[in-house]
Structures are given as C-alpha cells and as structure tokens.
C-alpha cells in the first residue's frame, strides 16, 4: 500500500513538473500570455533583441512606484509610462492582461490604478477573447489577438498613447477621421512623470506643421512640411543619413514618423518640462545621450516674435531682431523704439484691388525664410507656382503666396495662399521664397530706387574697368608681371583653370580644390600698397603681436576702416599651410562667434590676411591680468563661455563644413566692442568628411596643455579634441588662472587643481577673488561640473559640443559625473612652442606656431 502511494505521488510530481515546463517555453520573456499573465514589481519584460525594457520604475521619490518603458542600456531613458498621474504608493503592484485583452495595474490591495482601453472588435466578448501582449524590439507594447479568428491583430498599442517622448516608429499627428491625437505631454518634472504644461501635437490645418504649446499659448512651431523638411528645421537634411523622415498623409492619418537606418544611434525626441523639443543620439561608446538638434534655438523661434507681417533676423540684435517685410512698416512705432515689436507691422500703401476685376498689384520675394503659420491658409498641392500666383492676384483677400513642395527644385510645386495676417516669419539656412503681395506704387518705388542706384554705378563702372585695364595694359608692357594678388583672385574664381603665376598655383594649389572645389570666393582684393600704407609701412607702433607665424598689425584702410593683418612671417615653414587654410576655410564660414575675414594679398614672397579689428584685444589679456580681470564680471564670463561654445558647436556640426580647430585657447579668442567672443587663428583647422569621425597626423601642432591626451600623444584627432581645448579655456575663465599654473607649485597644472578640490568639496575655492562676490554659485558650479566632464582623458567619455551648449542654456539638465583627468592633470603643461613667445595684445590672431612633445 505504502509503495503504491509512493508511484502516484512521483506520478503527481512529474505530470506537475511537465505542466510548469511546458508553460515556463511557451511563456517568452517580452511576452505575457497564457503562460505568464502578470509581472510584479521587480520583474520585467525585455523586446527580443533586448533593446527596451518593460518594468517598474521610481524616476525620484522612491515611494512612488510607475510602470514603464526604457532604453535598456540606458535605464534613465524612459519613453512611456503608462500610470504617469496616478502613481502606486509601495512596491506591490502588478501588471496583468485580463481575458477582455486589457492591462491592468494593481496596486497591493487589488485595486486598479490605471488600465488600457477596452478595444476588443467584433462582437467578441470578455470571455471569448483570447489575447497576449507583447514588448517589441521597436520599443511599442502591443496587445494582439491570440485566437483562430483574428490572430496577430493589434486591439492595443504603447505608440497609440505616447507620453513626453518620440521614438523611431511612433507617429505625431492625428486622425482627420476620428478626431484621435498622437502627441507629446511634458513631464511634471524631471523626477515627476505626471502630465505636464507643455505639449507637442501636429497642427494638420494648412501643411502640416508641428507646434509647442504651454497650456493654450503657442510657443513654437517648426514650419510647415515642404515634401524635405519642416521649412524651420533645414538642419533636418543634415542627420538624414542616420533618419528618415516624412509626413504621411492620408484621409485617417496625417502624422510624421522618423526611422532610423540600420547603422544609426538609438534616437528619441523629447519634450522638456520647459517645452523645449531635442534629438538625443545615444552614444554608445561614453554611454551617453548627445543633444542632436533642439527647438526653440533662439529669440526668432519664439512665436510671432515680430508680430504680423513681422520678419525676424537672429543677427540684428541691435533692431531687437525684429523687422517689417517689404512694404510695410510697424503699427506703433513707438512700442518699436521700445523694443516691443509683438504688434507687428501695417501696409504702407493699399492693394488696389476689386474681386471680379484686374489688379495692378505685384509681389516682392522675401529669400530664405521659415514660411507663416498657415492657420488661415489654404493648400492645393496640384498646382503650379505660376498658376499659385494668378490665383493669389485673382482674390484680393490674398496677401502672400509659396510654394508647398520643394522636391524636384525650379521653384517648387503645389500652392499655399495666405489670406490674413501672415505671422511668425523668420529667417533660416536653406528657407523657402515667399512672395508677398504688395500695390503697384510699392514696388515702382522699390523699382526706382534699384534703377537709380544702377544709373549711378554703371557709369562709374565703366570708367573703372577701362582704367583698370589701362593700368592692366602699362604694367605688362614696363614692368613684364602682373601683381600677385589679381592672379590669386583669378584662380578663385575660375577654380581650376590654368594660370601662368605658378607660384600662386602652388600656394592654393591642392587646398582650394579640396576644399570648395569649383565654387567662388567672394574676398576684398586689397593690394599690397594699400596694406603698407594702412599700416604706416609695417611701423612697430602699428604692431598688435607676433609670433612663429609672423606679426600682426592694426591698419586703417582708405575708407576709413579699422582692420588688424596678419603677416605671415616669409622664414615660417608653415605659412603656406596656414594660408590656405585661413583664406578658402574661413571665407567659407560666417558665424557671429567666428572672426570674419575680410580680404587677403600676395605680392612676391608676401602673403597677408585681412581681418576685421577687435579693439578687446584677446581674452587672455584680461582673464590673466591682475587689474583687466575686474572688467569681465560673471555674467559677461558666462556670455564669452556660451559664445564660445556655439562657435564650435557651428564649426563641428551647423556649418557645412564639420571643421575641426585644434588650437583653441584664450589668445585665440577675441572679444569685440560688446566683449562678445570671436573664436580666431584658423590656420591649423582640419576638415572632416561627412562620415569621417577621427583622423591622425604625424604633425602634433598646437599649444601643450590645451591639446587633448590622444592627440599629444598619438596624433589623434576629433570634434572630442576641441571639447577637451574648450574645458580647459572654460576653467582658465572661471578661475584666472592659466593651465600651468606657475605660482600654485603644489599643483602641477589648472586641471588637477580644479579636481582636487572639486574632490573635495569646494569647487568654488577656484572662482576668481574679481567675481567670486558677484557671481552666479549655480551657474559657476555647472560651469566647472561641464568643464570637468570636457577634459575627461577617455574622448568617448566628453560630450559633444551639441550637449555642451545644451547643458550651458538649461539648468534643469542632469550632468553626469566627471571622471578624473589623469593624464596631464599630473603632467606639466608649460606650452612649447617653435616661435616667439605669444605676445597678449589685441587681435593677437594666434600668430604662434607650437609643436607638442
């Protein structure tokens, strides 16, 4: 009898055991079915290639437990929550699906804090369906029907509800149909999930267009959709080859999705609680998410910034930004001179108009432009650009007219009428043409000015040209040669045909071609008489520095302009290099933080740059020096560091070069009459390919000190070199001390003393005694935190120059934590150079040649 219970019971145990096996392969681990219908706190589901996973979170209190979907490898990187305004209150919640195909969030006592729509189809009732939910490799939580009748249809789904954050696959728009809305809600806060003030949501009346809101205002919008881009995101062109985007448009959907290409980053854009919008790639390397692209940028991405008919330039700070589009004028001027510019602009002069009747209106184009909300426009996009303008004239409510498709160039295609106010208009790279309807008599006027203005120069002109070729004609016939600054022009401008001034062709040789190929430079000529006698014939009074590339002096042209040229030294080896650099790289860039060229000569074995003059002198001069450093107080230091740091960030990724400087440092920075930074001395930058993220030299050129570990040492070079240069510069501004730090002997160099105390507590025992009692302990801290993570040994572990600026202009972000700089913190960093030493004076243009180690 005993033996026989013994057999049943192995029997029971293995038909048990069996039963549980069976059930632990048919259950997967992103997926909750039959075999597995729940998870609790602590477990967790992870897509099949283990990119998300699906679980319980606390982003700050820890009594407040959520449900949500991260990045694996990066759990901080949440996309969806799903009980985001109704947190559980302790760690014994459970995720459940119901037999109805629903999720269910319980908390300890069963009560259900938060569950998915009921979306069960058919006529299938609770108890018939048979559904599982599942954690795709996407990122998207779906709910699929598991029986004969239906399998795979998707009754429910995590892209359907996003929370603060878009990720390849998702959708932002709407249904026409419907009515139903796939947008962004803002977090609370950075540790509070719950729904915010701010939303994204796509506005499908016109072209479609996105917009940020807080509460009801409109903040920001990007543009409408012109078949490439969204006409005030050009800069999305830049990052295709990593991201495909478009905007579907159907009768039950308009909505833009990005995808990502097999070789490209994980991505996701985010909604800030302060409602700003950023493309984050996650960089795999230093483990961390760099900011690709941000919205609002700046003052014109405020909406209506300039009101209506308003045009709004980021460069014309002293006009407030603001102007009016041709042919109209402000409503009050007065706000205007108060710098309050949101009333906008009234026409000048009325449309002579009847509908039914003709018009002797016309239209004036405004260039490179974000075009207008197209709240109150309408859209066919089957017509013409030229059958858009007839329309536009037959209907005297019509103010403006643009093309609503950009593809296949001449113009564009498609039609987009404005008849109201047109608002929130701005310039940008690569903007669209908008024709703006103006009376006959405005555009005569405009006309006639034009007219005038040729009347006078054409005469002028042609006694110019025939004066010059006379001089052209006596110099070939007495004195057999042609000045070498007129064939340097020529090879320019006819790129690569031959010319007989071999030694011009030498000089520019390889690099233009390289470098713009068959595009023109359009540089002043100045001749070399001018420049000896705007600089009093290279006098020693008009000397502004010098170094091993040459010296530079302050010159006064003959139209009374003050300009600072750089005389490349004839002894200097690399003065040919530099000089190439400088004039087909430079001319080639125009950013408010980069010194401008403004010309450039050679004459027989002298070669010579012209630059506008800044009377700052260079920051060195005042940081360093014990009674200039009381001029630059805090706030104006923290304008030089973001000045500074844009300029980069516009050689590294937003010009249409990526440029890499390699001699960033304090003399190379100059300041103008506002003390705004102008980063100089271009002469040892390097161009990087499109694709291109590192390159080597057997060359190491460059000040010691500033240099980062793997191009001291290895010859390496990146964007990740110049982020190291600018945390050094960041930390000499904040504590006035150089990197070398020779009177502080117990410290070998500024970076080691910087972590030292940064190590022990007091990071603000470095601010300079000259602002330490004025300045900004917040801002100065997260100054020397972001210096700190710059100058990290690793390049993977620095931060682009993207999430610098980034970090700099919002003080909500969370920075990581620095790791110590070993290499040169605990190595002297006394510069080397091959020259003269550095002279710190004004427009000192970096005119010294150093060689590392």
């Not at 405009?446 to 006694?463: D, E, F, Q, S, Y």
């Not at 940064?758 to 603000?764: A, E, F, Q």
């Not at 969370?814 to 040169?824: A, D, G, N």
Request: charged content about 20%; proline content about 4%.
């Amino acid at each position: 009898m005993f033996l026989k219970l013994r057999v049943m019971l192995v029997s029971v145990l293995l038909l048990c055991y069996g039963t549980c096996s069976a059930a632990g392969v048919s259950s997967r681990d992103d997926t909750l079915n039959d075999g597995r219908r729940n998870i609790t706190d602590g477990q967790t589901l992870v897509s099949a290639g283990g990119a998300f996973t699906l679980g319980f979170f606390s982003p700050g209190v820890p009594n407040r437990r959520y449900v949500g979907i991260w990045f694996s490898a990066s759990t901080d990187a949440v996309v969806w929550v799903a009980n985001r305004d109704s947190p559980l209150n302790d760690t014994a919640g459970v995720l459940e699906i119901d037999g109805a195909g629903r999720f269910l969030l319980l908390d300890g006592s069963g009560r259900t804090a938060w569950s998915s729509l009921n979306t069960t189809t058919g006529g299938a009732t609770s108890s018939s369906l048979s559904a599982e939910a599942r954690l795709l490799e996407s990122g998207n939580l779906v709910v699929v029907r598991d029986d004969d009748e239906e399998e795979g249809a998707v009754l429910w789904q995590s892209f359907d509800h996003p929370s603060n954050t878009l990720i390849a696959g998702m959708r932002l728009g709407r249904n026409p149909q419907t009515g139903a809305e796939w947008s962004l809600r803002s977090w609370r806060s950075p540790d509070d999930p719950a729904t915010g003030d701010c939303r994204r949501a796509m506005d499908t009346r016109g072209l479609p267009d996105c917009v940020s809101w807080r509460g009801d205002v409109k903040k920001y919008r990007t543009g409408p959709w012109n078949g490439l881009w969204f006409s005030g995101v050009p800069e999305m062109a830049s990052y295709s080859d990593m991201f495909t985007n478009q905007v579907v448009v159907r009768p039950d959907e308009v909505a833009y999705v990005f995808n990502a290409t097999a070789a490209a980053p994980f991505s996701r854009l985010v909604l800030s609680e302060a409602g700003v919008i950023q493309r984050l790639a996650w960089d795999g390397g230093s483990r961390v998410w760099n900011v690709f692209a941000q919205a609002p940028r700046d003052v014109c991405d405020d909406y209506a910034k300039c009101g209506a008919f308003g045009l709004c330039n980021v460069n014309t700070a002293a006009t407030l930004f603001c102007g009016c589009v041709q042919g109209y004028v402000p409503v009050s001027p007065a706000h205007w001179s108060m710098r309050e510019a949101a009333a906008g602009c009234r026409r000048n002069v009325p449309l002579q108009c009847r509908d039914g009747g003709a018009t002797t209106d016309g239209f004036v184009v405004v260039s490179g432009v974000k075009l207008p909300d197209t709240d109150n426009a309408t859209v066919d996009v089957g017509a013409t650009l030229e059958g858009c303008r007839a329309r536009c004239l037959a209907n005297c409510s019509c103010v403006a007219f643009a093309a609503a498709d950009i593809r296949g160039g001449g113009g564009g295609s498609g039609c987009v009428i404005w008849v109201g106010d047109i608002v929130d208009v701005r310039y940008v790279d690569k903007g669209q043409d908008l024709y703006v309807r103006l009376a006959k008599s405005e555009l005569a006027a405009a006309n006639k000015k034009r007219w005038g203005m040729l009347k006078i120069l054409l005469p002028v002109t042609a006694c110019l040209l025939v004066l010059m070729c006379i001089c052209l004609v006596w110099l070939c016939k007495f004195r057999g040669r042609i000045s070498g600054c007129n064939i340097v022009v020529a090879l320019m401008r006819r790129g690569n045909r031959r010319n007989k001034d071999v030694q011009a062709k030498s000089i520019l040789g390889g690099a233009s071609n390289q470098l713009i190929g068959d595009e023109n430079i359009e540089l002043p000529l100045i001749s070399f008489r001018d420049i000896v006698t705007a600089t009093n014939d290279f006098s020693n009074e008009n000397m502004l520095g010098q170094g091993g590339f040459g010296k530079v002096y302050k010159g006064i042209l003959e139209d009374k302009k003050e300009v600072a040229i750089k005389r490349l030294s004839k002894s200097s080896g690399q003065g040919a290099e530099e000089f190439r650099n400088e004039v087909v790289l430079i001319a080639k860039l125009q950013h408010r933080n980069l010194v401008r060229l403004l010309g450039y000569c050679i004459h027989e074995d002298e070669r010579l740059l012209i630059y506008e003059y800044l009377p700052n002198k260079s920051l060195d001069v005042f940081i360093f020096d014990a009674a200039s450093k009381y001029v630059l107080d805090w706030p104006t230091r923290f304008q030089i560091i973001k000045g500074v740091a844009r300029g980069l960030l516009y050689l590294h990724q937003d010009s249409r070069l990526t440029i890499i400087h390699r001699d960033l440092k304090s003399s190379n920075i100059l300041l103008d009459v506002d003390m705004s930074p102008k980063i100089s001395d271009f002469g040892m930058a390097r161009i990087f390919g499109r694709d291109q993220q590192e390159a080597n030299t057997n060359r190491v050129v460059g000040t010691y000190g500033y240099m980062s570990p793997e191009y001291a040492m290895d010859g390496a070079f990146s964007v990740k070199s110049d982020t190291y240069s600018f945390g050094v510069l960041l930390l000499e501004i904040i504590s006035g001390l150089k990197i070398s730090l020779p009177h502080l002997s117990e410290f070998p160099n500024l970076l080691a003393y910087a972590w030292n105390l940064w190590n022990d507590g007091k990071p603000m025992d470095m601010v300079d005694s000259s602002i330490a009692d004025n300045c900004s302990p917040t801002e100065v801290l997260r100054c020397i935190h972001i210096g700190l993570l710059c100058v990290q040994d690793n390049p993977y572990n620095r931060p682009l120059m993207s999430s610098v600026v980034f970090m700099l202009e919002n003080e909500t972000t969370e920075l990581s934590t620095p790791r110590q700089p070993v290499y040169f913190a605990y190595r002297n960093s006394e510069a080397k150079e091959t020259g003269e030493n550095t002279s710190s004076s004004m427009n000192n243009m970096s005119v010294t040649m150093f060689e590392g180690r």
